[in-house]
């Protein structure tokens, strides 16, 4: 795998992991190895984009994907309340990846804290803002904690 300047690779107790330095707080956040990113970076890191052209390319896969399913956006232009039905592709950005991320990882188990330390939250009030649970969902959570 080629090193980048936002990725390196160290062992932490026979563990491969990857260490980012994040843009924004220029703080390390370290992250557990998946094969997965070195095939990604076979070729070589990817071209440094904008985030709004990153966000076009996202919508572009979600599209693809088939996620065009109609979700209804909320929004309040000069103070007016304004509703209106989208294709959930036309909704997803960079921001929807990390607060997907963050669910995900909570909905497996994985403690508050360490979620955390990826996502680079200092807060656990601001982090817990970021997850996305129904109640269908945290029933499921409650249930099989309940069952261990």
Known sequence: MAEVDFLRTSEVQGRKVYKITTSKTKTDVVIPYNPLIDQLLEDGPPRKISNVKLNLYIKEAAEIAGLDN?????????????????????????????????TNMYLAGVPVRSIMLMTGHVSETQFLKYLRISQEQNAILVAETLDQ
């Open 70 to 102: 109609p979700v209804e956006k909320i929004s309040y232009p000069k103070g007016v309340l304004k509703k209106e039905k989208l294709p959930k592709y036309k909704l997803i950005t960079v921001h929807t990846a990390r607060r997907s991320f963050a």
